[in-house]
C-alpha cells in the first residue's frame, strides 16, 4: 500500500497545464465606390467612432477607392487553447514518459505562437502609407487624362472662376473644398490633392462629379 500511494502522489505532482494565448486579427474592408465610414460601420457591426480610432482617421468623410479599413479593431478578443495532461496510477517509467509528452507539447505551442505573432507584424500596413500611394496614384491618372482635366477645369470655373483664394463661408479655393477637408493647408498643392481624393472616393471620376454638378448645382 505504502508503494501504491507514492505512485499516485507521483502521478498528481506531475499533471500540468498550459495556456496559449493568440490575440484575434481585426477584420479589414476595402473600400468601394459610394462608401462611407457609417455604412460600414452599419454593415460590421461596429460604430464610426471605433473606425476612426483603428485606422487613425483625421476626416471620416474623407476615405479613398481602394483603402484597407480595420473594422473592430478595438474589440479584438483573445483565444485560450488548453492542453492538460491527467495521469493515472501507473508505474514510474510511464509516469517520466507522460512527463517527457507534456514538455514537447507545451514547446510545440510555444514555438506557434511566436511564429503567429512574427506574422501579424510582418502583414500589418500603416494607413498613412496606403492613403500617400493611393493619392500618389490618383492624381497621375487625373493628369495624363485630358478629358478628366476638362471636367476637372470646369467644376474649378463653376465653383470660383479658378481661383485658389476664392472663399465662401466654411468653403474655400478653386474647389471650393470645406475647410475642414483642407486641415488649415490652403496652399494650391494641397487643395489639388485634397480635390482629387475627394471626387475619386465620392465619384470615381471628375466626369461623373461634372454630371452630377449638371444634374444638381454641386459636386
Known amino acids: 500500500m505504502k508503494i501504491k500511494n507514492a505512485l499516485l502522489s507521483t502521478a498528481a505532482a506531475t499533471a500540468s497545464l498550459f495556456a496559449i494565448g493568440a490575440t484575434a486579427q481585426a477584420a479589414t474592408v ?5 462608401d462611407t465610414v457609417s455604412q460600414i460601420a452599419l454593415d460590421h457591426n461596429t460604430t464610426v467612432d471605433a473606425i476612426q480610432q483603428a485606422n ?20 479584438s478578443t483573445t483565444t485560450t487553447t488548453t ?9 514510474a517509467a510511464t509516469t517520466q514518459s507522460s512527463s517527457q509528452t507534456t514538455n514537447q507539447a507545451s514547446q510545440s505551442q510555444t514555438s506557434q505562437s511566436s511564429q503567429t505573432q512574427s506574422s501579424q507584424t510582418q502583414t500589418s500596413t500603416p494607413a498613412a502609407k496606403t492613403t500617400t500611394q493611393q493619392s500618389t496614384s490618383s492624381t497621375s491618372n487625373y493628369s495624363n487624362n485630358s478629358s478628366e482635366s476638362a471636367a476637372k477645369a470646369w467644376i474649378a470655373n463653376k465653383e470660383s472662376g479658378g481661383s485658389y483664394s476664392a472663399r465662401n463661408g466654411q468653403y474655400i479655393g478653386k474647389y471650393q473644398l470645406s475647410a475642414s477637408y483642407l ?21 470615381g471620376s471628375w466626369a461623373n462629379a461634372k454630371s452630377h454638378w449638371l444634374a444638381n448645382n454641386w459636386y
Do not use: C, F, M, W
Request: net charge negative; glycine share 6%.
Open 30 to 34: 476595402t473600400v468601394k465606390a459610394d
Open 56 to 75: 487613425h482617421l483625421k476626416d471620416v468623410n474623407l476615405i479613398l477607392v481602394g483603402q484597407q479599413l480595420e473594422v473592430n479593431g478595438d474589440d
Open 83 to 91: 492542453t492538460t495532461t491527467t495521469q493515472t496510477s501507473q508505474p
Open 183 to 203: 486641415n488649415g493647408d490652403y496652399s494650391a498643392a494641397n487643395q489639388e490633392r485634397v480635390a482629387n481624393n475627394y471626387v475619386a472616393s465620392r465619384y
